[in-house]
């Protein structure tokens, strides 16, 4: 049975050569061992296009990108959020207050298709 190995919030080690290294020595593993009874997945925000260099060519290599919630979609995921926390509505945080929902942030607009991501 094969290993799922995640390396979640890469975009989170802050100093890019730290980042770069780790990301040469993960696809190096990937290198040396293309049958591995492994996989990876990397999750991150979008990062520089040469930060990324080190996985170009490699077999079975993809790339998704989460589109972030429309201003519908952020009421909803808030509703029921607060909700599931017991904190929805009746005596809770109001379900509609802009402090919660909307405005700019993360989830306000779409991210860029992988390796169209600006520093």
Not at 101 to 110: F, H, K, L, N, R
Request: charged residues 20%; aromatic residues 6%; proline residues 9%.
């Amino acid at each position: 049975m094969p290993w799922l190995v995640v390396v979640d919030g890469l975009d989170e080690v802050a100093s890019p050569a730290v980042r770069r290294r780790l990301l040469e020595k993960l696809a190096e593993q990937v290198r040396l061992q293309p049958h591995a009874v492994y996989r990876l997945v990397i999750t991150s925000r979008p990062l520089p296009q040469e930060e990324l260099a080190p996985f170009t060519g490699l077999p079975g290599l993809g790339c998704a990108t989460l589109r972030g919630f429309d201003a519908d979609q952020q009421h909803v995921f808030a509703e029921r959020w607060f909700a599931a926390q017991g904190e929805g509505g009746k005596g809770g945080r109001p379900v509609h207050d802009d402090a919660y929902v909307g405005g700019p942030g993360p989830c306000s607009g779409q991210a860029p298709a992988c390796g169209d991501a600006e520093n």
